[in-house]
């Protein structure tokens, strides 16, 4: 169920005192978004977010006692209503794959502007998904050279239409249902019929899973991902 946009309630975990100070102060100060609590561990994180259930969390990856990676398959595997957007900078790269498959549902770099993450966290909350351009490109190029690990038999026995092949390809590749309408040729109201198709076919929580599904396919490789 889709947070109120209201009243969306967000936890902060991570260890950096003054990130997280200035994220609440920026939350706190925006119409509809209350912080429910600040975690400086990944344990307090999952501990919080028990007792709290907030609508979303901010996750760092780096924390002590827990990492994020940890925290955020704890927290989806507790909450299905909380979402989980991971704060990464490029040399954490390495992690995001993890975090998809962990249950995360965005991911965005820690140098992002406040409208950008204020979007951000209504979005996710929302029930969609978000991932940074800069972040699902280096992801794509990681994937593509082998350094994520695959698990394509989680998807055997399901059947793509051509065009439904297409769509999540350039899902995979970070594009938009709107430069995918543009790409395709398609309406956006098509396009997201089609994403819409793809999170039944394949019982994917969100656009995020669209994204594992079409690294551990093989779609993003055969499409030449860059």
Same mark, same amino acid.
């Given at each position: 169920?889709?947070?109120?946009?209201?009243?969306?309630?967000?936890?902060?975990?991570?260890? $950096?005192?003054?990130?997280?100070?200035?994220?609440?102060?920026?939350?706190?100060?925006?119409?509809?978004?209350?912080?429910?609590?600040?975690?400086r561990t990944?344990?307090?994180?999952?501990d919080l977010?028990?007792?709290?259930?907030?609508?979303?969390?901010?996750?760092?990856?780096?924390?002590?006692?827990?990492?994020?990676?940890?925290?955020?398959?704890?927290?989806?595997?507790?909450?299905?209503?909380?979402?989980?957007?991971?704060?990464?900078?490029?040399?954490?790269?390495?992690?995001?794959?993890?975090?998809?498959?962990?249950?995360?549902?965005?991911?965005?770099?820690?140098?992002?502007?406040?409208?950008?993450?204020?979007? #951000?966290?209504?979005?996710?909350a929302d029930? $969609?998904?978000?991932?940074?351009?800069?972040?699902?490109?280096?992801?794509?190029?990681?994937?593509?050279?082998?350094?994520?690990?695959?698990?394509?038999?989680?998807?055997?026995?399901?059947?793509?239409?051509?065009?439904?092949?297409?769509?999540?390809?350039?899902?995979?590749?970070?594009?938009?249902?709107?430069?995918?309408?543009?790409?395709?040729?398609?309406?956006? #109201?098509?396009?997201?019929?089609?994403?819409?198709?793809?999170?039944?076919?394949?019982?994917?929580?969100?656009? #995020? $899973?669209?994204?594992?599904?079409?690294?551990?396919?093989?779609?993003? $490789?055969?499409?030449?991902?860059?």
């Open positions: 169920m889709s947070a109120p946009a209201e009243n969306i309630r967000v936890l902060i975990a991570d260890d $950096q005192d003054l990130l997280r100070g200035s994220l609440r102060m920026l939350l706190d100060a925006a119409p509809g978004l209350t912080v429910v609590g600040e975690a990944g344990r307090e994180a999952v977010a028990a007792r709290h259930r907030p609508d979303l969390v901010l996750m760092d990856v780096r924390m002590p006692d827990l990492d994020g990676l940890a925290a955020t398959r704890a927290i989806r595997e507790a909450s299905d209503r909380t979402r989980v957007v991971v704060l990464t900078v490029f040399d954490l790269d390495e992690y995001v794959y993890s975090a998809l498959r962990a249950g995360a549902s965005g991911f965005l770099l820690k140098n992002t502007g406040p409208e950008e993450l204020l979007r #951000a966290v209504r979005v996710v029930g $969609q998904a978000l991932l940074a351009p800069e972040v699902t490109r280096r992801l794509i190029a990681d994937v593509v050279r082998g350094g994520g690990v695959r698990e394509p038999h989680r998807w055997r026995g399901i059947t793509l239409t051509p065009r439904e092949r297409e769509v999540a390809t350039l899902v995979g590749r970070g594009l938009s249902n709107a430069d995918i309408a543009e790409r395709l040729t398609l309406s956006r #109201a098509t396009v997201k019929t089609y994403v819409s198709r793809l999170l039944t076919k394949l019982d994917a929580r969100d656009r #995020a $899973q669209l994204v594992v599904f079409a690294y551990e396919s093989g779609l993003v $490789q055969a499409a030449g991902g860059e």
